[in-house]
């Protein structure tokens, strides 16, 4: 009888973390600011100045579409620049109308708490 409660315990445990680890897939989570059970999609940023060019840059540290908005928004901020931002492949295209500075562009991102993996 002891072993039949011990395992419907487990099944209980399990069941909760996976749905917490879904909730954290889709940004509902309050451990990367999530939580109000729906995620808003960042507002595209359009440039003042017709596009100079793009850079592409390699992110680590995104886990959910909530990641996407705070580093879509983190770039975004950086005056002269416009990104999209892909969960699935990991990186940000920016898009410029000015010369940024690459160690601008990594100093947004990393104050946003992800790590830049590489800026080309």
Not at 3 to 31: N, R, W, Y
Not at 68 to 81: E, F, H, M, Q, S
Not at 93 to 105: A, V
Not at 108 to 119: M, N, P, Q
């Amino acid at each position: 009888m002891a072993d039949i409660i011990i395992v419907l315990i487990l099944i209980v445990i399990a069941v909760f973390a996976i749905k917490q680890t879904k909730k954290h897939m889709h940004g509902e989570s309050p451990c990367c600011g999530g939580g109000s059970g729906t995620v808003k999609k960042v507002k595209e940023k359009h440039l003042d100045g017709p596009v100079m060019g793009t850079k592409t840059m390699k992110i680590k540290g995104m886990t959910c579409e909530h990641c996407v908005n705070n580093v879509t928004n983190a770039i975004n901020k950086v005056a002269g620049a416009s990104a999209k931002v892909s969960l699935k492949d990991k990186e940000a295209i920016i898009s410029y109308d000015r010369e940024l500075s690459n160690i601008e562009l990594r100093k947004a991102v990393e104050d946003a708490g992800y790590e830049v993996i590489s800026l080309s």
